[in-house]
């Protein structure tokens, strides 16, 4: 085991679309995967395990911001994939945002 922490930064995957690119050091050239930069609200609310309806809550009062940096995008919140790894580490988002089919490294 390492104490190594991976790498996390800004990246276009092939469709041009800004993603979070995440290595395992800073030797890598090609990032392990990627992870979009947002997630929808209830996402959030379920990689943090709080109850959809509370995050929901707590983001029409700015309460989630307490947890995670919320935006605001019309009517709806996207959650900052970068604040939720500081909140609850890189191995949690993953294992919620893993496509389905995917084998976890």
Do not use: C
């Amino acid at each position: 085991m390492t104490d190594e922490q991976p790498v996390i930064g800004p990246a276009l995957d092939p469709a041009a679309d800004l993603v979070l690119a995440v290595r395992g050091d800073n030797s890598a050239t090609a990032p392990d995967y990627e992870l979009p930069p947002t997630v929808p609200l209830d996402t959030a609310s379920e990689i943090l395990g709080i109850p959809v309806a509370d995050g929901r809550k707590l983001a029409k009062t700015g309460g989630y911001h307490a947890l995670v940096k919320v935006i605001p995008v019309g009517r709806k919140f996207v959650a900052s994939t970068a604040g939720l790894i500081q909140a609850v580490g890189l191995d949690k988002v993953r294992e919620v945002l893993r496509p389905p089919g995917e084998v976890a490294r």
